[in-house]
């Protein structure tokens, strides 16, 4: 069985960080490429950040420079450490796993406001 179990969001003032974690299970994870998504209130889903299962990443604009997408093989997770948030990252971030198929995670509320 596949299990993706994020953790580490919460409320946060604005210029504050939050690193979140996914842990995978169930799958081989070392061949994956994993993602982060987010999706805020009546918006579409869309892509944070990805790291290939080489480890080469790639950011949404609006978070370069303040995102950084990591990984550790050896424990089956991967990181998304964010700095400067801004009101506007608030959203449910979900964690993604691709390869021949896709696996989500549940989702971990990040909310950014004073």
């Known amino acids: 069985q596949v299990q993706l179990v994020e953790s580490g969001g919460g409320l946060v003032q604005p210029g504050g960080s939050l690193r979140l974690s996914c842990a995978a299970s169930?799958?081989?994870?070392?061949?994956?490429?994993m993602g982060w998504y987010r999706q805020a209130p009546g918006k579409q889903r869309e892509l944070v950040a990805q790291i290939t299962r080489g480890g080469v990443s790639n950011y949404v604009d609006s978070v370069k420079g303040r995102f950084t997408i990591s990984r550790d093989n050896a424990k089956n997770t991967v990181y998304l450490q964010m700095n400067s948030l801004k009101p506007e990252d608030t959203a449910v971030y979900y964690c993604n796993a691709a390869f021949s198929l896709d696996y989500w995670g549940q989702g971990t509320q990040v909310t950014v406001s004073s």
């Open positions: 169930g799958i081989r994870f070392n061949i994956y490429a």
